[in-house]
């Protein structure tokens, strides 16, 4: 039986993948043997990515990209595809979080999140879509997160839980659209994972990590690692047939 989970020719545009999450997805990707194109806002940590890539005896090439610009990420894909010539896998991964109460959050609280986790998302679909449409097939993975499914506890952040949610319709509306037409679009969400964005977190808010903790069935967060999993095989032939999923991978924390 040929191996559904080998990625090798395969090309793999990854936005945010200067560091945390996506840059996981992008050393895994490539140790199943897809090249990597990073679009990132950050253009040190991704040529740092790159050329970490590289070092993996794959191609890889960085991008600077602002996902919340339609326009930024419209130039970013026409990029990737002059230097890489294609592109078969598309992960949308960047993603900010905000911790601001309701009533307090401001008119750019609540636009910076929406604009990047879930209009960024937006763009990214759109900008690959007449690519990949034209060749009849693609494979696009949206990171949403198990916030779109459930509200947190104790953190107020009803600006990410709502563009997380977006982000799950969103891939099931795209995943419809285009099933027929061999592109698949899944999403996967993470439960509380160890990176920049959840450091920050826990250590501004010292309290959170135990509730965090005790309210994971596992009883500890994740790795970036066991995401970009999760992502590999949505991403592969292997979920051939899966198609507007949504994969929570959160320790258990929303069977509670
Ligand atoms: N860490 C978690 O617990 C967790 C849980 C659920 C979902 N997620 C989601 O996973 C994704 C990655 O999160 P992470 O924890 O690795 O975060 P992170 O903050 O460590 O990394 C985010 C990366 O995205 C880049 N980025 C941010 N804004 C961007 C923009 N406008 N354009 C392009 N790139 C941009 C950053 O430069 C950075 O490299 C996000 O979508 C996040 O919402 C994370």
Not at 102 to 125: K, R
Not at 145 to 173: C, D, F, R
Not at 186 to 212: C, F, H, L, Q
Request: proline fraction near 3%; glycine fraction near 10%; charge should be negative.
């Amino acid at each position: 039986m040929s191996n559904l989970f080998d990625l090798t020719g395969r090309t793999a545009l990854i936005t945010g993948a200067g560091r945390g999450i996506g840059r996981e997805i992008a050393r895994t990707l490539a140790a199943a043997g897809a090249d990597i194109a990073i679009a990132e806002l950050d253009p040190s940590t991704a040529s740092d990515a790159a050329e970490e890539i590289r070092g993996m005896g794959r191609q890889a090439f960085s991008v600077e990209c602002n996902v919340r610009e339609a326009g930024s990420v419209n130039n970013a894909v026409a990029s990737v595809l002059e230097h890489m010539g294609k592109i078969d896998i598309l992960v949308n991964n960047a993603g900010i979080a905000r911790w601001t109460k309701a009533e307090e959050t401001s008119d750019s609280d609540w636009l910076d999140v929406i604009d990047i986790n879930l209009n960024g998302t937006f763009w990214g679909c759109r900008a690959v879509a007449p690519h990949m449409l034209a060749r009849g097939s693609g494979s696009i993975v949206n990171i949403a997160s198990m916030s779109g499914s459930i509200v947190n506890k104790p953190q107020p952040q009803s600006a990410y839980n709502v563009s997380k949610a977006g982000v799950i319709m969103l891939t099931k509306s795209l995943a419809a659209e285009w099933a027929g037409r061999g592109v698949r679009v899944n999403s996967v969400s993470p439960g509380y994972i160890a990176t920049e964005m959840t450091r920050k977190a826990v250590t501004t808010y010292t309290d959170w990590a135990a509730i965090w903790h005790d309210m994971t069935p596992v009883g500890h967060m994740g790795e970036p690692a066991d995401v970009a999993h999760a992502v590999w095989y949505l991403a592969s032939d292997a979920a051939k047939f899966a198609m507007g999923t949504d994969l929570i991978v959160d320790g258990g924390y929303t069977a509670w």
